[in-house]
C-alpha cells in the first residue's frame, strides 16, 4: 500500500488522529472491569508488514489495542487467540515513572470499533 502525503494551507489546517489495522489476536481476551464499572479489555494485535526484510521473510509488529463498554464485552464474548481482527481507533500516548524511576512512554491504539 503506498502513503499518501498531503499538505495544508497555513490556517487550514484539521489536525486527525485515527489509525486502522488488520491482524491477529495473539492471546484469548480477558474483559476486566474498572472501579467506576466499566468494561475493559487490553489485547496485543500482531501485523505483518507488507514487506520483506533483508533475509526475505516478512516481519511482524505487535500493536497494544485498548476497547471499552460493548466494544470490550463483544471482543471478549466472540474474539479468540490467532483470530483475524480489523481495528480502527486513535493512537494514545501514555507517560509513566517505572519502578527504577525512569520516565517511559508507550503508545497504544483506543479502539473505536
Known sequence: MAAR????????????????????ITADPEVKVSQSGKSILIFSLAVQRDYKNRSGEYDTDFFRCVAYQSSADYLGKYAKKGDMLAVSGSLRQNTYENREGKKVSSVEISVSS
Open 5 to 24: 502525503i498531503l499538505f495544508f494551507e497555513k490556517g487550514k489546517e484539521d489536525m486527525m488522529n485515527c489509525v486502522q489495522e488488520i491482524g491477529r
